[in-house]
């Protein structure tokens, strides 16, 4: 059971570097979420994606882009990296969308370092 | 304004001791839902219980328990007899009804003291 799978785990890029985060479920849910963890912050949403074919920008979605490739997958992409985006991104996915008692589940996350 | 507050950010014990970790929300939806998550030193975030607004009955597992008060707007955590392996950044999350996000606090960093 394979869960919610992100990739890659580290990664470190230069200032101006491109990059896209992968994010994979297995559950069949509809719903899938794309959150950064700073010290201090708690989880910030940056975009979401309610179901297949459609993205909506959450609290911080400024310097990224999302696709959502299919039921299964949710890519989020930084066009230009920028020191200020050195986090931990998380990837979850729900059942449906927020709006009910189904819980989040989350993928272990990708830390990323932007130099 | 914080949908989720988490007014501790940091809070240490002794090993055995009880402690409650605090959550208040603010939603003007007559329904909606509350979870807490773990967030072990290892990273991953664990789901841990849900409680709709309807439905105020208390929660225990094992040494865990919550305490959902909608009078005051509050879903707090009990680590009974509190153990190492309870070290972790707690987080509480609200859905809403009228929207598609969970909201989630800034969390709340437990350390047990063996």
């Known amino acids: 059971n394979a869960g919610v799978t992100q990739t890659p785990k580290f990664q470190v890029l230069k200032t101006g570097q491109s990059m896209t985060l992968q994010c994979a479920q297995d559950m069949n849910h509809n719903s899938m979420y794309w959150y950064r963890q700073d010290p201090g912050m708690g989880l910030r949403l940056i975009y979401y994606s309610a179901s297949e074919g459609t993205t909506d920008k959450g609290e911080v979605p400024n310097g990224y882009n999302v696709s959502r490739l299919n039921k299964r997958e949710f890519s989020l992409r930084l066009e230009s990296a920028a020191p200020s985006q050195t986090s931990v991104y998380f990837c979850?996915?729900?059942?449906?969308?927020?709006?009910?008692?189904?819980?989040?589940?989350f993928g272990d996350g990708t830390r990323l370092s932007i130099l | 304004a914080q949908k989720v507050t988490q007014a501790q950010t940091e809070i240490s014990v002794v090993e055995k001791e009880d402690v409650t970790l605090d959550c208040v929300y603010e939603?003007?939806?007559?329904?909606?839902?509350l979870f807490w998550y773990k967030q072990p030193p290892s990273g991953e975030l664990v789901f841990l219980i849900r409680r709709n607004s309807f439905d105020e009955q208390n929660e225990i597992s094992g040494r865990y328990s919550w305490n959902f008060q909608k009078s005051t707007s509050s879903f707090n955590f009990t680590i009974t007899a509190s153990q190492v392996v309870d070290s972790a950044v707690y987080f509480c999350?609200?859905?809403?009804?009228?929207?598609?996000?969970?909201?989630f606090g800034t969390g709340t960093s437990l350390t047990v003291i063996p």
């Open positions: 999350a609200l859905s809403e009804t009228t929207g598609n996000q969970f909201y």
């Open positions: 939603t003007r939806d007559t329904t909606y839902y």
């Open positions: 979850a996915s729900s059942v449906v969308p927020g709006g009910s008692n189904q819980p989040q589940h």
